[in-house]
């Protein structure tokens, strides 16, 4: 014969029980993660000995005013700049051709030796035209030739904002690597 | 028609055509990019989504087909097409629709809580390697609209690809969202451009699940996903501005976010579960961050909704945070509960049961089951009544609802489950729903019905007393008389016959008793339906040749037809309907009672019922007890017990001396609440399993703290017959435990040795014993996986039942059953002139222990509410908010009114939905019942109404989806979008016009 209820004697955990149930748990992780927790004791003095924790905790206790700071100056144009070009020289070197690279930086060894010896001498309008004839002259310049004509092609397209028409940047999508 | 549905209509045929050059084969009627996509899975395709079909809003699928450029998703594939993605002109088309995208949002992505490695258009622009945008991006002059409590739109990042329209105008067809194409920037617009939270939204949460960017995002997501979302707007809008200052290109950016998204995945868990709120079904997983849910996301996979979803589904989970539930045991000592061990609790409760069985015998003590816990749990609650304590006496809430439909087709057609599946019901050419709200009952299944209703030409009857949303949707709505279903169906049947408009070829071979039942259906006049139902005899013949010109009917029904003192009856009926027109055992034909909860159909199929073992094999046949006296090592009792109705009255007769309620707030639930409230203060002991503590509770002398689902393991199994599993999300919160492992316990003191450690073990041994789920086991329902049964022991299963029209009767053939027609009790009379109807609302689930938890849905609908006609309410004199008493002979309830067009004349309509007393339906409602199963006929009822205040403030607030104007549309309507002075077409002139045209004509 039970008439219906509603009160529920809540459940008191003192704080000094709640205290020791912390404790206990936490004694309990310490016993089960001994060795990376004596890892950790390690670091943690290094980064205390040299006042790394201090500095963290200051720039955790700041953390988004230095964030704001930060990002408001490197966002003004010098830094922006700065950083565009960074980002740029390295999408410079991951996209040259690591050979390239290499005949490149052994080209520019030889040509280092050349301070070492006399400069050769082109004996007027017939030492030119013998020197042209040399084949590996010939290389050299036509290399040079073709080097300047793609700088001018960058200049031209750069001059119409970058962005190059589709035919001739080819419009990259996951479906292929043909260009235009 | 989209892919899959193409695929269905297809079956094996298939084309072959070339694609870059290499050849491919795909089936018949998919379109150009589905065969394109097994090739290159990452070719663009933004809008297309393969639960909406092609939308054509966004041009980034374009591709060259026979030397025409076009969008792929359009296009249907033709025998020997040549279709090349690469040309220089499909490559300048995409990157062009793509910039156009880009100028309509900011790519700021590692501080954008989507990004999570499933953005459309993060990962689209990262496939096509775009660098720059041609069109720099705009902001629009819009502002965020944050009044919605569980999601948020953000013009500014709207790509205005209209995945959410589509969405809302075709697959969840409420019909709110729309673009205003016309405006100088276009934008999403809810109803007629009103603040999101004042509109028609449903809350279904489809538009925010189909969003292909950050525009529509869940609010529990912001600032909680990302590792840097959670700084303050200042600091956030520089960083973004520094990233773009500095941009050489969209390269090294992605490059971040990519490293970002996948620092998410460490911290963000992503685990499948089943939802508990209907008996649909739906499967998704739940994003969560500790113990804080972020969304819940469905996928194309999730069997039963593919992607989608209600509002119960997609935001209604943070009732398991709630500081209101049970985390300790608790016993009742003098007025108080005090909070005890488990190992109290549970010695206690050992010591009592044993007490009671020793003193009054096994069959003193009556044990609840529950359709909201896991199939393992059913299974495990029948064996510890029957096996450990020894008794028969369990049941379950089915019997509140769905026992008299299982009655129905197990006379009829043999198996007491839904014929067919969801799919089923989509491609069928005629719907007929009898006394169902799937709209707001089965949320996400009425979806299929709209669907298929606006966009494939299915027609809908709903009979119904209630002009509900389906009803007023329905190609015929019927309003009979409360309670005289029956008769029209069987009026229908037999003009049908009289025409020659039945299947007499399909009946003279698969169907048993036709003369009998042709002889029965004499009385059954048109004539005498108009007079008995008041549905006019023009309605009727519409109906019966409806039938008669659909191909493949489905009829679904629900609780109006089952909560009847005739629910078997009626249920009866209409399976002898589909029997005469031969509309079972085919793809798109059948029966489906709509199972009302998570797991009604479960339940029932692991032998909560004081009648059936596990697999529906009957208590009183020897074979069967021998066998699960072998399996179980305990003899086990003979006669069946008694049901959750009896056991009410075996307890005011004094017989029933405790019980044992598992997830069930029986005391609110069950009809003729007082009766049943009286009843539990005269038993000796209850013990109440719950997750809060519970209007039943409060009679409790001991209360077990359980785990929801979403903290524990385990099977459910929906309204077809499908089993899916659940999956393990949180930790139980502080003591509560699952209720498999409670019953474990418990049951191993009182002297049983069970040493389950996982639900599987559990599922495992039931299915294994029963010869309808033999097949049944744990590892093959990983992941997404399910099996419908019955499933064989080599674990084929059966989405259609019937097939090739086997029944499992001894000669393979179906029944005709002739039901008994009786009057509804409680008509109205002059002392109580009204009828009142009752079921349930859209955003609350049950009693609404779990929905008012959920602060936003309390938010939207804090209280249920009255539905008045408009008649009644002039005759009477009140306005909306009128506060009114309502009174039955068995009690009284108080509460506020809304005058509305969905019922009409002397009929109320009081949704069940409250936690509150002084509000709930079953202190109405009587203890009449089905003479064969004992359902309550919850449904009649009359009663009066006394006016308290003539008017007040209406119980319905801002923010629920009635008060709003739903602006229907065909869809997207790009057609408008490609009218735009601004707009250049991509795609080839001829093409151009063609689409125009097509579009034009959905």
Known sequence: MAQPIRTIEQVETSPAEQRAQAIGALLGSIADHSESLGTLVQLVERLHQRGVLKMAIALLEQEEEILQIVVDQVGKPGYAQGLKNAIALVQLFSSIDHKTLQRVSKSVQHLSRLTEREPARIAGVLGLWRTLRDPDFAAGLGFMVEALKVLGKQFETGSQGGQGSPTEAGVKDGTGDVRG | ?1002
């Not at chain 2, 911290?267 to 008996?279: E, M, S, W």
């Not at chain 2, 996986?785 to 053939?813: C, H, I, M």
Request: proline share 6%; aromatic share 8%; with cysteine.
């Open chain 2, 1 to 1002: 028609m989209d892919q899959t549905e193409a695929r269905l209509d297809t079956r094996s045929k298939t084309v072959e055509l070339t694609i870059d050059g290499k050849p491919a084969t795909v089936p018949e009627g998919s379109n150009v990019l589905s065969a394109i996509l097994p090739c290159t899975d990452t070719f663009p395709h933004v809008c297309y989504h393969p639960a909406l079909g092609p939308i054509e809003t966004c041009d980034t699928c374009l591709a060259e087909v026979d030397g025409r450029l076009v969008r792929t998703c359009a296009v249907p594939v033709q025998s020997g097409m040549n279709v090349v993605t690469k040309t220089v002109r499909a490559r300048y088309a995409r990157k062009e629709a793509m910039d156009r995208i880009l100028h309509n949002h900011e790519l700021y992505c590692t501080v954008c809580d989507n990004n999570n490695n499933n953005c459309t258009v993060h990962n689209t622009a990262m496939a096509m390697q775009i660098e720059h945008q041609k069109y720099p991006f705009e902001p629009k002059p819009y502002e965020q609209d944050n009044s919605h409590p569980f999601y948020r739109y953000d013009p500014d990042q709207c790509i205005l690809c209209g995945r959410c329209v589509e969405a809302c105008q075709n697959l969840q067809v409420s019909e709110v969202l729309s673009i205003d194409w016309e405006r100088e920037r276009p934008r999403v617009i809810w109803d007629h451009d009103v603040p999101i939270n004042e509109s028609s939204c449903v809350s279904c949460g489809h538009c925010v699940t189909v969003c292909p960017c950050n525009a529509l995002m869940e609010k529990n997501m912001l600032g909680e996903a990302g590792f840097l979302t959670a700084i303050k707007p200042k600091l956030w809008e520089s960083m973004i501005h520094l990233t773009k200052e500095i941009e050489p290109g969209y390269g090294p950016i992605f490059t971040v976010s990519e490293v970002e998204a996948q620092m998410r995945e460490s911290r963000i868990q992503r685990t499948k579960t089943v939802c508990t709120y209907c008996g649909v079904g739906c499967s998704f997983d739940i994003w969560t961050k500790g113990r804080k849910i972020l969304k819940v996301e469905p996928h194309m996979e999730s069997p039963a909704n593919q992607i989608s979803t209600c509002v119960k589904g997609k935001f209604g989970w943070d009732f398991v945070n709630s500081p209101e539930r049970l985390v300790h045991p608790l016993i009742r000592r003098g007025d108080r509960f005090v909070p005890v061990s488990w190992d109290e609790a549970l010695d206690y409760t050992a010591q009592r049961l044993t007490e009671i069985r020793a003193k009054h015998g096994a069959d003193s003590i009556g044990y609840i089951s529950s359709s909201k816990c896991t199939n393992e749990e059913n299974y495990l609650m029948q064996k510890f009544a029957r096996a450990v304590m020894g008794t028969n006496n369990i049941d379950n809430c089915s019997r509140y609802c769905q026992t008299p439909a299982t009655e129905g087709m197990r006379r009829t057609l043999g198996l007491g489950g839904d014929t067919g599946s969801i799919s089923d019901i989509a491609s069928a050419d005629l719907v007929i729903i009898v006394g169902a709200n799937p709209a707001e009952s089965h949320p996400v299944l009425s979806t299929r019905i709209r669907r298929a209703h606006k966009k494939y030409g299915q027609k809908l009857i709903v009979a119904d007393l209630r002009k509900n949303d389906m009803a007023k949707r329905a190609d015929l709505w019927l309003h009979p008389k409360p309670g005289t279903d029956l008769i029209w169906l069987s009026a229908v049947t037999k003009y049908l016959i009289d025409q020659g408009w039945h299947d007499a070829q399909f009946v003279a071979d698969h169907v048993n008793g036709y003369a009998e039942f042709q002889s029965w259906l004499e009385t059954y006049t048109l004539e005498y339906a108009e007079e008995q139902t008041r549905i006019p005899r023009a309605e009727l013949i519409r109906a019966a040749e409806m039938i008669r010109d659909a191909g493949k009917v489905c009829i679904c029904w629900a609780m109006g037809v089952t909560q009847h003192i005739a629910g078997s009856e009626t249920s009866t009926a209409i399976c002898n309907l589909l029997l005469v027109t031969g509309q079972v055992g085919r793809p798109g034909t059948g029966a489906y009672p709509l199972r009302g909860h998570n797991n009604v159909q479960g339940a029932g199929d692991f032998g909560c019922a004081p009648a059936y073992m596990p697999g529906y094999e009957r208590v009183e046949d020897e074979r069967v007890r021998s066998k699960y006296a072998q399996a179980w090592g305990v003899e086990l009792p003979a006669s069946p017990g008694w049901d959750n109705h009896q056991m009410v009255e075996k307890i005011h007769e004094g017989t029933l001396k405790a019980m044992y309620i598992m997830g069930e707030e029986m005391a609110l639930v069950d009809s003729n609440s007082n009766h049943v409230q009286r009843a539990f203060e005269a038993l000796e002991f209850i013990v109440v399993q719950d997750i809060f503590f519970s209007k039943t509770a409060q009679y409790a002398d001991v209360v077990f703290p359980a785990a929801p689902s979403l903290e524990k393991e385990g099977t459910f199994t929906n309204t077809e017959r499908r089993i899916q599993r659940l999956y393990q999300v949180f930790e139980p919160l502080g003591d509560a435990k699952p209720d498999w492992q409670i019953l474990t316990e418990l049951a191993n003191r009182l002297g049983a040795d069970w040493r389950y450690q996982h639900p599987g073990e559990i599922l495992d041994e039931a299915t294994a014993l029963t010869d309808l789920m033999n097949g049944v086991r744990f590892n093959r329902l990983e992941g997404y996986n399910s099996l419908q049964w019955p499933v064989a022991s080599d674990g084929t299963d059966t989405p259609l039942l019937y097939s090739e029209a086997r029944f499992p009767f001894p000669d393979g053939k179906a029944r005709l059953y002739i039901p008994k027609w009786t009057e509804p009790v409680l008509q109205p009379n002059e002392e109580y002139d009204l009828h009142l109807n009752n079921g349930r609302m859209l955003e609350h689930f049950h009693e609404g222990n779990l929905t008012y938890r959920v602060h936003g849905i309390e938010e939207k609908v804090p209280t249920t509410y009255l539905e008045v006609s408009e008649e009644l309410a002039k005759q009477r004199g009140i306005q909306t908010g009128a506060l009114v008493r309502i009174v039955s002979p068995y009690g009284a309830v108080k509460l506020r009114a809304v005058v509305t067009d969905r019922v009409s004349g002397n009929e109320l309509y009081l949704p069940m939905n409250t936690p509150k007393d002084q509000e709930a339906v079953n202190y109405l409602t009587s203890s009449y019942h089905d003479d064969v199963t004992h359902t309550p006929a919850y449904k009649e009822i009359h009663v009066r109404m006394e006016i308290l205040e003539e008017r007040g403030k209406s119980p319905m607030t801002r923010g629920n989806f009635r008060l709003g104007n739903p602006n229907p549309q065909p869809g997207v309507m790009v057609e408008r979008k490609w009218r735009r002075a601004d707009y250049r077409p991509l795609v080839d002139e001829s093409e151009s016009k063609a689409a125009t045209v097509r579009s034009e004509m959905k």
